[in-house]
């Protein structure tokens, strides 16, 4: 399906707008004096398929055009979004008040849209992003237009933030899925395949006074430098993905602003199902053979931080201090480990990365050069990323590099990586075994109790730092670069870097 | 000629065959599946129940030989079928973004012929002076430069340090010609200058050549006007191997512009095939590289018929 929009669609569009702005009250119009946008995406969304994982370009048109139950806050805090209002009953089933909001074409967003989304995203065929998720919803009940009542096998504490990710935004019953009818701030008024989108302001929103632009053209500028460059030469007002090594040159730029955060997080996946990495005692040996500075040196020019335990940030209130360096670079306890584990000598074996990012090239070159130290001669294999997926995900590795982010800053968005009941993925090790960790990720989204969820979450990294399912390395900085002119717009914090684009309804020019 | 034209058509056809199947066997070998990239986007993990779902409605389950004849049935009734990654007919496509890369090469080449024929034939004329030393020194150097420099220093220099012109992107023709032109000198005038270096040593040594021959020592012994000999007898004759030359480069261009296409974000040919390897999307990719093996034969099919037309003495036609 193809949404190509002509030039005289565009402004017919636009004037349709523009002409309905002339009905809408004086404070609305107010409201939207923001003029348009012009916003570099670093690629194209791949798919507008609303369910679908499509990256994080894909994550913010998304966030422009849809909106789901709940979202995020600058802050990072939890909030109502087509649902006013959330609470689970005295029989564990959650229930979703909804607002009065219209989706673009005028119609009301109802409790059986909200339910369809629900059954059609739980199909086993449907592959959501969260259809593994969505099945343990057993009934989803609208006793009126206004209530959506989900009744799961178990109570679900985290069921929410299902609900809350760009990835399980709500789209109106029987659209197709790649639809552009969605409820969010602003529309899709045109595209040009590839290259760039055209979406103007919403008149509807059910926010009053938002969004506060007018519109945002979204163009794609695949090279990093050039992104950069289109910024600084004022083409554009904003940018994604800025590359770390000219985050300097920006923050020095008098004219430009730098948003950075500490999100995504590189780590080492391992092959479990043979010799030597199956052996928990070699993993910790990796763990402890790694000077992360100089990842974060190599690899993103002084730009994040060490990761020696779990990829659970410092602000995040499941962080437990106490194995902030569990992970700690330590030769001496490296080679002893290996000894014990029956490697005295270390051994040769193949690290899979992948050439088509600088990042991971890096990332894995520094990891070679440090398990050499202790006798493991890591042969480097780097193929180009559709490879690197594919020997991922068959398990044709002996370690692996891997960089990415989680759904949200609860630990229980960790299960992606860690937990060894999935089906194999080249996200995390390949045929693990993790019984305890499984088992712990059931018991924390099952459990409501915040002090007794967080003793969860920090048994379950005690039992990580030992068995090593994953060797954490180094969180990397991810920003946005943005004109002076810009406000409004914030990145957001930890893994909702980007979810970042839901800001964008706040944002202004001038 | 109609006769030579036709046979060479007919071999051009057979060799755009050879093109086609080599890439779509070359595509299916290459590791990456395109049903499981497609689903792996921002680093997920893909359902394998949802990849075997997606690849049975690609078509991907059936034999490579069905996938082989159902492909080149759709190709011989103009189909080349949809993108697997948002199901946008491929055809569609090709023709959007083949104009625009045609744009840069035409505009290129025009910029390269109208200075380097000029800046070839004044250092043959006055070969191992010191003009021809400065050009020669300066073809040298742009041959040598590679595009994705001069494209990054150009960027440096006209957008972010005088900020006279846009760093990169476009705007439809039809929606702002200023902004279009503007935004097209960058790219073109960047692979112009390579190929400007080509086509002014082409035309230095051609003419140079041409300047030796009999007839031209002839003209000059006729006491014909020194212009008349440069325009009439060495410039045409010596333009025949520059016209080949500059048909195989842009021949090459077609598939070749990928870095100024990326380095200056013009959503050309060149930079949709390297998109649409990167995902396997076995449609786009075989549909482009067919796309543009057609016009590289049929490309030296006009220089052959433009060398003819130039020269009465090349025979066309086979003994």
Same mark, same amino acid.
């Given at each position: 399906?193809?949404?190509?929009?002509?030039?005289?669609?565009?402004?017919?569009?636009?004037?349709?707008?523009?002409?309905?702005?002339?009905?809408?009250?004086?404070?609305?119009? /107010?409201?939207?004096?923001?003029?348009?946008?012009?916003?570099?995406?670093?690629?194209?969304?791949?798919?507008?398929?609303?369910?679908?994982?499509?990256?994080?370009?894909?994550?913010?048109?998304?966030?422009?055009?849809?909106?789901?139950?709940?979202?995020?806050?600058?802050?990072?805090?939890?909030?109502?979004?087509?649902?006013?209002?959330?609470?689970?009953?005295?029989?564990?089933?959650?229930? /979703?008040?909804?607002?009065?909001?219209?989706?673009?074409?005028?119609?009301?967003?109802?409790?059986?849209?909200?339910?369809?989304?629900?059954?059609?995203?739980?199909?086993?065929?449907?592959?959501?992003?969260?259809?593994?998720?969505?099945?343990?919803?057993?009934?989803?009940?609208?006793?009126?237009?206004?209530?959506?009542?989900?009744?799961?096998?178990?109570?679900?504490?985290?069921?929410?933030?299902?609900?809350?990710?760009?990835?399980?935004?709500?789209?109106?019953?029987?659209?197709?899925?790649?639809?552009?009818?969605?409820?969010?701030?602003?529309?899709?008024?045109?595209?040009?395949?590839?290259?760039?989108?055209?979406?103007?302001?919403?008149?509807?929103?059910?926010?009053?006074?938002?969004?506060?632009?007018?519109?945002?053209?979204?163009?794609?500028?695949?090279?990093?430098?050039?992104?950069?460059?289109?910024?600084?030469?004022?083409?554009?007002?904003?940018?994604?993905?800025?590359?770390?090594?000219?985050?300097?040159?920006?923050?020095?730029?008098?004219?430009?602003?730098?948003?950075?955060?500490?999100?995504?997080?590189?780590?080492?996946?391992?092959?479990?199902?043979?010799?030597?990495?199956?052996?928990?005692?070699?993993?910790?040996?990796?763990?402890?053979?790694?000077?992360?500075?100089?990842?974060?040196?190599?690899? *993103?020019?002084?730009?994040?931080?060490?990761?020696?335990?779990?990829?659970?940030?410092?602000?995040?209130? *499941?962080?437990?201090?106490?194995?902030?360096?569990?992970?700690?670079?330590?030769?001496?306890?490296?080679?002893?480990?290996?000894?014990?584990?029956?490697?005295?000598?270390? *051994?040769?074996?193949?690290?899979?990365?992948?050439?088509?990012?600088?990042?991971?090239?890096?990332?894995?070159?520094?990891?070679?050069?440090?398990?050499?130290?202790?006798?493991?001669?890591?042969?480097?294999?780097?193929?180009?990323?559709?490879?690197?997926?594919?020997?991922?995900?068959?398990?044709?590795?002996?370690?692996?590099?891997?960089?990415?982010?989680?759904?949200?800053?609860?630990?229980?968005?960790?299960?992606?990586?860690?937990?060894?009941?999935?089906?194999?993925?080249?996200?995390?090790?390949?045929?693990?075994?993790?019984?305890?960790?499984?088992?712990?990720?059931?018991?924390?989204?099952?459990?409501?109790?915040?002090?007794?969820?967080?003793?969860?979450?920090?048994?379950?990294?005690?039992?990580?730092?030992?068995?090593?399912?994953?060797?954490?390395?180094?969180?990397?900085?991810?920003?946005?670069?943005?004109?002076?002119?810009?406000?409004?717009?914030?990145?957001?914090?930890?893994?909702?870097?980007?979810?970042?684009?839901?800001?964008?309804?706040?944002?202004?020019?001038? | 000629?109609?006769?030579?034209?036709?046979?060479?058509?007919?071999?051009?056809?057979?060799?755009?065959?050879?093109?086609?199947?080599?890439?779509?066997?070359?595509?299916?070998?290459?590791?990456?599946?395109?049903?499981?990239?497609?689903?792996?986007?921002?680093?997920?993990?893909?359902?394998?129940?949802?990849?075997?779902?997606?690849?049975?409605?690609?078509?991907? !389950?059936?034999?490579?030989?069905?996938?082989?004849?159902?492909?080149?049935?759709?190709?011989?009734?103009?189909?080349?079928?949809?993108?697997?990654?948002?199901?946008?007919?491929?055809?569609?496509?090709?023709?959007?973004?083949?104009?625009?890369?045609?744009?840069?090469?035409?505009?290129?080449?025009?910029?390269?012929?109208?200075?380097?024929?000029?800046?070839?034939?004044?250092?043959?004329?006055?070969? +191992?002076?010191?003009?021809?030393?400065?050009?020669?020194?300066?073809?040298?150097?742009?041959?040598?430069?590679?595009?994705?420099?001069?494209?990054?220093?150009?960027?440096?220099?006209?957008?972010?340090?005088?900020?006279?012109?846009?760093?990169?992107?476009?705007?439809?023709?039809?929606?702002?010609?200023?902004?279009?032109?503007?935004?097209?000198?960058?790219?073109?005038?960047?692979?112009?200058?390579?190929?400007?270096?080509?086509?002014?040593?082409?035309?230095?040594?051609?003419?140079?050549?041409?300047?030796?021959?009999?007839?031209?020592?002839?003209?000059?012994?006729?006491?014909?006007?020194?212009?008349?000999?440069?325009?009439?007898?060495?410039?045409? +004759?010596?333009?025949?191997?520059?016209?080949?030359?500059?048909?195989?480069?842009?021949?090459?261009?077609?598939?070749?512009?990928?870095?100024?296409?990326?380095?200056? !974000?013009?959503?050309?040919?060149?930079?949709?095939?390297?998109?649409?390897?990167?995902?396997?999307?076995?449609?786009?990719?075989?549909?482009?590289?067919?796309?543009?093996?057609?016009?590289?034969?049929?490309?030296?099919?006009?220089?052959?018929?433009?060398?003819?037309?130039?020269?009465?003495?090349?025979?066309?036609?086979?003994?």
């Amino acid at each position: 399906m193809t949404h190509d929009l002509n030039r005289r669609g565009f402004l017919a569009a636009s004037g349709a707008v523009a002409g309905g702005l002339a009905f809408v009250s004086p404070s609305a119009l /107010f409201a939207q004096e923001g003029g348009t946008l012009r916003f570099a995406l670093s690629t194209y969304p791949p798919s507008f398929d609303a369910w679908a994982s499509s990256g994080t370009a894909a994550g913010t048109i998304k966030l422009l055009m849809h909106r789901g139950l709940l979202s995020y806050d600058a802050e990072g805090k939890m909030r109502g979004e087509l649902a006013e209002s959330w609470e689970v009953d005295d029989s564990g089933a959650w229930i /979703f008040k909804l607002r009065d909001a219209k989706w673009h074409d005028g119609s009301p967003v109802t409790a059986e849209d909200i339910a369809w989304n629900v059954t059609e995203g739980q199909k086993a065929d449907s592959a959501a992003y969260f259809q593994g998720q969505l099945v343990q919803i057993l009934t989803v009940e609208t006793p009126d237009a206004k209530t959506v009542r989900m009744i799961t096998a178990e109570p679900l504490a985290i069921l929410p933030g299902w609900f809350a990710h760009y990835n399980m935004p709500m789209i109106k019953k029987g659209e197709p899925r790649d639809t552009m009818i969605g409820a969010g701030p602003f529309k899709l008024s045109g595209q040009d395949r590839g290259v760039s989108l055209s979406l103007v302001a919403n008149p509807d929103y059910y926010k009053e006074g938002l969004p506060k632009l007018d519109g945002i053209e979204a163009t794609v500028y695949a090279d990093e430098n050039l992104r950069v460059a289109a910024l600084e030469a004022g083409d554009v007002d904003l940018i994604e993905y800025v590359p770390w090594q000219s985050m300097t040159r920006i923050e020095e730029n008098p004219e430009l602003k730098l948003d950075t955060r500490d999100g995504p997080f590189m780590y080492l996946t391992f092959n479990a199902t043979r010799a030597p990495f199956d052996n928990p005692l070699v993993r910790r040996a990796v763990a402890h053979a790694i000077k992360r500075e100089d990842i974060v040196a190599a690899a *993103f020019f002084e730009r994040g931080g060490p990761l020696a335990h779990l990829p659970i940030a410092e602000q995040s209130e *499941f962080y437990n201090p106490e194995f902030a360096n569990a992970w700690d670079y330590d030769p001496e306890k490296a080679k002893a480990l290996l000894t014990e584990a029956g490697y005295p000598d270390g *051994f040769d074996c193949t690290m899979l990365s992948t050439a088509q990012y600088g990042m991971h090239q890096s990332t894995a070159e520094v990891c070679q050069a440090y398990l050499s130290m202790i006798g493991i001669n890591a042969q480097l294999d780097l193929p180009e990323w559709s490879s690197r997926v594919q020997k991922g995900n068959e398990g044709s590795y002996d370690l692996a590099v891997m960089g990415t982010t989680a759904n949200n800053n609860d630990p229980a968005g960790l299960s992606n990586i860690l937990d060894g009941s999935l089906p194999n993925s080249f996200v995390r090790s390949f045929g693990m075994e993790t019984p305890e960790i499984t088992e712990a990720f059931a018991r924390g989204q099952a459990e409501f109790d915040y002090e007794t969820r967080k003793e969860i979450y920090r048994g379950l990294e005690e039992t990580a730092i030992e068995t090593v399912p994953i060797v954490g390395l180094a969180w990397r900085s991810q920003g946005y670069a943005m004109r002076n002119s810009v406000s409004g717009f914030a990145n957001m914090p930890g893994q909702l870097t980007f979810y970042s684009g839901i800001t964008l309804e706040d944002a202004m020019l001038g | 000629m109609l006769r030579y034209i036709a046979y060479r058509s007919v071999v051009a056809l057979f060799l755009v065959w050879v093109v086609v199947t080599a890439v779509f066997l070359l595509l299916h070998l290459i590791p990456g599946d395109p049903a499981e990239l497609l689903l792996s986007q921002g680093s997920i993990a893909a359902d394998p129940a949802a990849v075997a779902a997606l690849r049975e409605k690609m078509g991907l !389950n059936a034999p490579i030989w069905q996938q082989y004849i159902d492909h080149l049935g759709g190709v011989l009734t103009g189909d080349l079928g949809v993108s697997f990654r948002d199901g946008a007919p491929v055809v569609e496509q090709i023709a959007k973004r083949l104009p625009r890369t045609l744009e840069v090469i035409v505009t290129a080449a025009l910029i390269a012929t109208g200075i380097g024929v000029p800046l070839g034939t004044y250092a043959a004329i006055h070969a +191992n002076g010191r003009a021809d030393g400065a050009i020669s020194f300066f073809a040298s150097a742009a041959l040598s430069t590679p595009v994705f420099v001069v494209g990054t220093v150009v960027i440096l220099i006209f957008a972010q340090k005088l900020k006279i012109m846009p760093a990169g992107g476009f705007i439809p023709f039809s929606e702002d010609p200023v902004g279009h032109i503007r935004l097209l000198l960058l790219p073109a005038g960047t692979v112009a200058l390579s190929l400007l270096a080509v086509i002014t040593r082409m035309s230095r040594a051609s003419v140079l050549e041409v300047l030796q021959r009999d007839y031209v020592r002839t003209a000059r012994a006729k006491g014909l006007p020194r212009k008349r000999i440069l325009r009439r007898h060495v410039v045409r +004759n010596a333009m025949i191997p520059v016209l080949t030359i500059l048909g195989l480069e842009m021949g090459t261009l077609i598939g070749g512009t990928v870095l100024v296409e990326f380095v200056f !974000n013009w959503p050309g040919l060149s930079g949709y095939l390297v998109a649409a390897v990167d995902a396997r999307d076995y449609p786009e990719v075989v549909g482009i590289v067919m796309t543009i093996s057609i016009l590289f034969v049929f490309l030296n099919l006009l220089v052959d018929v433009i060398n003819a037309a130039l020269d009465p003495r090349i025979s066309l036609v086979r003994r």
